[in-house]
Antibody, heavy 125, light 114 residues
Framework: EVQLVESGGGLVQPGGSLRLSCVAS????????MHWVRQARGKGLEWVSG???????HYPDSVRGRFTTSRDNAKDSLYLQLNSLRAWDTAVYYC???????????????????WGQGTMVTVSS | QSALTQPPSASGSPGQSVTISCTGT?????????VSWYQQHPGKAPKLLIF???KRPSGVPDRFSGSKSGSTASLTVSGLQAEDEADYYC??????????????FGGGTKLTVL
């Protein structure tokens, strides 16, 4: 079964840090772009990071410099390091599978086709 | 990287068709054919419905269709069913910013089946 399972969420004080993990199974993890998407309670989806198959990382302006995404293909794992956390970072964080990439060609583009169940991050004192 | 604009709500009766719009700019929806749509039921993870404007993943009913005109993309749900009641989000590639490929979601539309 193709599956993504996140972990690492929890309660952290403002200014604190947290590291989220996402373990993949049922597919060749190293051949896919991967992404993190978050959703505050009652709000919409927000893309927060992406990482390519060769380790290139991508962020929106809203989190660049505070969040760092990485991957360990040997462990079929995706990570998101959250630093300098603020109350507005409180959300459910999902990992999602992106494009299949082979020999420098990625397809389809922008299809986040597999999602984990999410892990909750609460930033509060 | 402003969110794409979707109507907050939409509704229709069973069997009817409903179209949800997603408006962006030439820097996102209008500039690339990389619009996707997601369905999210309460308490669940999003599910991919449409990618690359109008393509359906296997397993998604053909009642769901996507299109684009200029900087506005649309999702049409035909033959509405009770289980279609959910939140729907569009997403588009938004170009490169500070060396990063970026993606932007719409604010979401709550679809009610009357």
């Amino acid at each position: 079964e193709v599956q993504l399972v996140e972990s690492g969420g929890g309660l952290v004080q403002p200014g604190g840090s947290l590291r989220l993990s996402c373990v993949a199974s049922g597919f060749t993890f190293s051949n896919y772009d991967m992404h993190w998407v978050r959703q505050a309670r009652g709000k919409g989806l927000e893309w927060v990071s992406g990482i390519g198959t060769v380790g290139d990382t991508h962020y929106p302006d809203s989190v660049r410099g505070r969040f760092t995404t990485s991957r360990d293909n040997a462990k079929d794992s995706l990570y998101l390091q959250l630093n300098s956390l603020r109350a507005w970072d409180t959300a459910v964080y999902y990992c999602a599978r992106g494009s299949y990439c082979y020999s420098g060609h990625c397809s389809p583009v922008g299809a986040f086709d597999i999602w984990g169940q999410g892990t909750m991050v609460t930033v509060s004192s | 990287q402003s969110a794409l604009t979707q109507p907050p709500s939409a509704s229709g009766s069973p069997g009817q068709s409903v179209t949800i719009s997603c408006t962006g700019t030439s820097g996102d929806v209008g500039g690339y054919n990389y619009v996707s749509w997601y369905q999210q039921h309460p308490g669940k993870a999003p599910k991919l419905l449409i990618f690359e404007v109008s393509k359906r993943p296997s397993g998604v009913p053909d009642r769901f269709s996507g299109s684009k005109s200029g900087s506005t993309a649309s999702l049409t749900v035909s033959g509405l069913q009770a289980e279609d009641e959910a939140d729907y989000y569009c997403k588009s590639y938004a170009g490169v910013s500070a060396g990063s490929n970026t993606w932007v979601f719409g604010g979401g539309t709550k679809l009610t089946v009357l």
